[in-house]
């Protein structure tokens, strides 16, 4: 009966034991979710901070000097690139269908009717089909002089101020180095003047010297994609004024006969 008793009292104070340690996992568990739920509410006010403002803060700390200049560079070279892509796109024209109707008219209603067509329609090609048909009674040679003139001078208003786009790709990055340099020799400069090496002296003139680097580098980056880009465009558009000014020719000896 004794041992039964104390069977029991021992089964009795094992499960008070598991009871009590479930009860304090279960708090300390609570307890933990709860901090965490803390430091995620305390955290997100951190993580609100977004992309611009953070690079606000590392722009200012850059120094308005060089910044300020890789700034411009980045504004000049975006208000170019912009005008350029809409120009190109303007400039842009369906080859094949303006063959056609100047062919079309051609066979229908002669020289002027294919310049009329010529006149209604925009873009380097049509100009330059324009200014062939306008010398056909000057002969072949002579409309192949125009064309090939006429298509020199589209093909300049085509990469009109691109070289200003890569001026700016070369001169971003170089006046992040220039800063990099100042902002080292200034470290230095420091250093010098307390005579002693501590990193807090250094830190400064370091970061303001990375910084500056790091944003003529991403001026360069971005400006570069748009310049590739307007590069492509403008190769694809003198290869199909090529194409077409052969097309003129072969329609004019076709239209001869």
Known sequence: MKRLFSILAITGIMAFGTVNATTNAASTTTTTVATMTQDDAADAPAQEVGFHQELKKRFIEGGPGFMGIVLLCLILGLAIAIERIIFLNLSTTNTSKLTQEVEDAL??????????????????????????????????????????????????????????????????????????????????????????????????????????????????????????????????IVNNMEDASITLMDLLIRNKK
């Open 107 to 236: 066979a229908s209603g002669g020289v002027e009717a294919a310049k009329e067509v010529c006149r209604n329609t925009k873009g380097p090609i049509a100009s330059i089909y324009y200014q062939g048909l306008d010398r056909t009674d000057e002969g072949l040679e002579a409309v192949e002089k125009a064309v090939v003139a006429y298509g020199g001078v589209q093909m300049g208003q085509l990469e009109k101020n691109v070289s200003w786009i890569s001026l700016f790709i070369a001169l971003a990055p170089m006046l992040g180095f220039m800063g990099t340099v100042i902002g080292m020799i200034q470290a230095f400069d420091k250093i010098e003047a307390a005579g002693d090496m501590q990193p807090s002296l250094v830190a400064g003139g370091i970061k303001v010297a990375l910084l500056t680097t790091v944003f003529g580098l991403i001026v360069a980056i971005i400006l570069q994609i748009f310049y590739n880009y307007i590069i492509a465009k403008i190769d694809s």
